[in-house]
């Protein structure tokens, strides 16, 4: 081993440089990815293309920009496509191969194609409507209904977006005063993070009662607005329960996001627009409704008027008909109602007479009946009067309560007593009483 032959390093690396300088004498045109993006304070720009195949790297190679190219290059990049040149981005840059001793093989960036970045989003895009299409996806928006005065409004957008200002000012500051709710849900409108956060914004508001999502966002390069085109956000409108209405970039500018939604509007002032115009539109119908009732309202009293004034002649005629009629119908009752009387009048004076008579007799027969009544009560008055019995020689005795004594088993021997003549009386002490019959003693 001490015997065999070798090179040195740097004689390797140059014969490398040599060999790469014959196989490589121009300059090509190379497409990859930007996976690293490392502008210098020094004016130059180190970056790393990849090639990706199913999701994973295949390919990488180290590149780098020179000062004296760096900021046209960018300049022209970024105002031909509207969108910062940097990391994830795909790109058709000229490069020429060389080889450093200490770096290796580096790609030298001389010149870039935008069309190409542009036209690589336009055939994603293309997929992405194929897919869409295939699935169902770009009518299910279409099936759904806007309420007829939609009220309760989110609007998904960033505060500071171009246009949301005057939508809002539109919208809520209308001369006709319609009052609708407007709620903001702030999402990022450009971005390789702005589908999702979109989508995250929508299935948030989604679940809760809004009338209609507004997606709004104001002009801005292709670039800026390709994060509309993207395939999970539009599955994510297409979706949603609730009615999406975008209003996005130009008038020029149509998204994915706008063929999937419900409706698509060219600007912010046009989405304020679509909205007022629905309460227009009812209030028009209000209005045709009120002059068609008025109408209605007015054919009918007419109609009732005349009716009412045929109704008031024929009762008129009826009632004076009636009247005539009833005038006769009382002229003989009058007649009749006289008659009665006079023949009534006659029987009752005769019948008066009979009654007095009868009455006069009944009335001495009844007379002469009391008087005999009277005079054998007064006899029976008298007979029974206690003075005329006492003047037979009896007498009244009463006990000390002075009721009269009717048995001398209310009289004990000391009561004292009283005793009633037809002529007097007197007071006497009891001595002794005996209930037996004592006709034939002297109890003195």
């Not at 800026?224 to 999406?244: K, R, S």
């Not at 008909?321 to 006659?346: N, P, T």
Request: hydrophobic letters at 40%; charged letters at 25%.
């Amino acid at each position: 081993m001490r015997g065999q032959e070798y090179i040195e390093l740097l004689e390797l690396q140059n014969l490398i440089k040599e060999s790469v300088a014959e196989a490589f004498p121009g300059r090509y045109w190379v497409k990859g990815e930007i996976s690293s993006w490392s502008p210098r304070a020094n004016g130059h720009c180190y970056l790393s293309l990849t090639q990706t195949r199913g999701g994973k790297s295949i390919a990488e190679s180290r590149a780098m920009i020179w000062k004296w190219h760096f900021p046209q290059l960018k300049q022209f990049f970024e105002q031909s496509t509207g969108q910062a040149l940097g990391a994830g981005i795909t790109v058709l840059v000229r490069v020429q191969v060389s080889f450093s001793e200490f770096y290796g093989v580096c790609l030298f960036i001389d010149d870039i194609d935008p069309a190409f970045t542009l036209g690589e989003k336009a055939l994603e895009r293309k997929k992405a409507i194929e897919k869409l299409t295939a699935a169902g996806y770009m009518d299910m928006q279409k099936e759904l209904a806007l309420p007829e005065l939609p009220y309760r409004l989110a609007v998904i957008t960033s505060k500071t977006a171009a246009g949301y200002g005057d939508f809002k000012n539109h919208l809520l500051n209308n001369p006709e005063g319609y009052a609708l709710r407007l709620d903001l849900v702030e999402a990022l409108m450009q971005g390789e993070q702005a589908p999702a956060s979109i989508i995250s914004a929508i299935m948030e508001v989604q679940e809760q009662p809004y009338d209609a999502i507004l997606i709004l966002r104001g002009g801005g390069s292709e670039l800026d607005l390709a994060c509309f085109d993207d395939y999970d956000l539009a599955v994510a409108i297409a979706t949603c329960p609730v009615p999406v209405v975008t209003a996005i970039g130009h008038d020029k500018d149509v998204h994915i996001a706008d063929m999937v939604a419900h409706q698509s509007v060219k600007t912010p002032t046009a989405m304020a627009d679509l909205f007022l115009e629905a309460y227009r539109e009812q209030d028009a119908k209000l209005d045709r409704l009120e002059e068609r009732t008025g109408n209605a309202v007015e054919r009918l009293v007419s109609r009732e008027e005349l009716k009412l004034k045929t109704l008031d002649s024929n009762i008129h005629r009826a009632i004076q008909r009636r009247v005539s009629a009833l005038e006769m119908m009382l002229q003989r009752s009058v007649g009749r109602i006289s008659r009665g009387l006079l023949q009534k009048y006659a029987l009752a004076a005769k019948l008066k007479d009979s009654a007095a008579h009868r009455v006069q007799f009944a009335a001495s027969a009844r007379i002469g009946q009391a008087v005999s009544s009277i005079a054998l009560k007064e006899a029976r008055i008298k007979a029974t009067d206690p003075r005329s019995i006492l003047a037979l020689g009896y007498v009244l005795v009463t006990g000390k309560d002075n009721k009269v004594l009717k048995t001398v088993k209310k009289v004990a021997s000391g009561d004292r007593i009283g005793v009633r003549f037809t002529d007097g009386s007197l007071t006497a002490k009891v001595d002794q009483v005996w209930e037996e019959d004592i006709k034939k003693s002297n109890i003195a």
